[in-house]
């Protein structure tokens, strides 16, 4: 029974190139969340997604950051021209609802981009 | 706006000294207060979700509580393997699937 999958483990991009990090969610949970770690800071929203529809993507920053959750295949975090602020530790979770935070999110090991 | 503030920030215990972690917070409607446990390189695994004021969860040796404002996680006799980051996370308004993360308290227990 696979939990949620994110890959890869590890990222390094040079500044202004392009970061895509993908998510599988657990079998059978159709609704899809993004979190960044800063260095030295807390767990951040970024946006919640179900499959083909974006629904909350209010922490989400304005420009160069898009996610998308097609009818098939794996959730993508796409970060364009990154730039050292963004190097971070990104983590995606599932949950079988839309109310995953109430029974509680299965969270990926993450994917540690780091921008040079 | 909504703020989860934990302390300490961090905690060195030796094997069997049990002791408290807390979660203060503020929010408009708390839609459930969870607690997460992060070990380094790993994602947050999920521990316990409370409701309302005089709520107590328990899981080996870890037993949440929560008033209205803060919430405690109290670690009973740890062994090393306790070691990690305790997280706390609050609901935000407009529904559970957006939580609010503290900073998290980050747990050694020495042999």
């Known amino acids: 029974n696979a939990g949620v999958m994110q890959n890869p483990r590890h990222l390094v991009r040079r500044r202004g190139q392009e970061a895509r990090l993908r998510c599988s969610p657990m079998?059978?949970?159709?609704?899809v969340y993004w979190y960044r770690q800063l260095p030295e800071e807390g767990l951040k929203f970024m946006v919640y997604?179900?499959?083909?529809?974006?629904?909350?993507e209010s922490g989400m920053p304005k420009e160069r950051f898009s996610a998308e959750f097609p009818k098939e295949g794996p959730s993508i975090l796409r970060i364009q021209q990154v730039v050292r602020g963004d190097s971070a530790a990104y983590f995606c979770?599932?949950?079988?609802?839309?109310?995953?935070?109430?029974?509680?999110?299965?969270f990926g090991s993450g994917t540690r981009l780091t921008v040079v | 706006e909504d703020q989860v503030t934990q302390s300490p920030e961090a905690l060195r215990l030796q094997e069997g000294e049990s002791s408290s972690l807390n979660c203060s917070y503020t929010?408009?409607?708390?839609?459930?207060l969870f607690w997460y446990r992060q070990d380094p390189g790993k994602g947050p695994e999920f521990l316990f979700t409370?409701?309302?004021a005089g709520e107590e969860k328990e899981k080996e040796r870890l037993k949440a509580t929560l008033t209205k404002k803060e919430s405690f996680l109290h670690i009973t006799a740890p062994k090393p393997e306790d070691s990690a980051t305790y997280l706390c996370?609050?609901?935000?308004?407009?529904?559970?699937?957006?939580?609010?993360f503290g900073q998290g308290t980050r747990l050694t227990i020495n042999p």
């Open positions: 979770a599932s949950s079988p609802t839309g109310q995953g935070g109430n029974y509680g999110y299965t």
């Open positions: 079998k059978g949970h159709s609704h």
């Open positions: 997604l179900q499959k083909e529809n974006i629904i909350d």
């Open positions: 929010v408009s409607g708390l839609r459930g």
């Open positions: 409370l409701y309302s």
């Open positions: 996370a609050v609901g935000a308004p407009g529904g559970a699937q957006k939580l609010v």
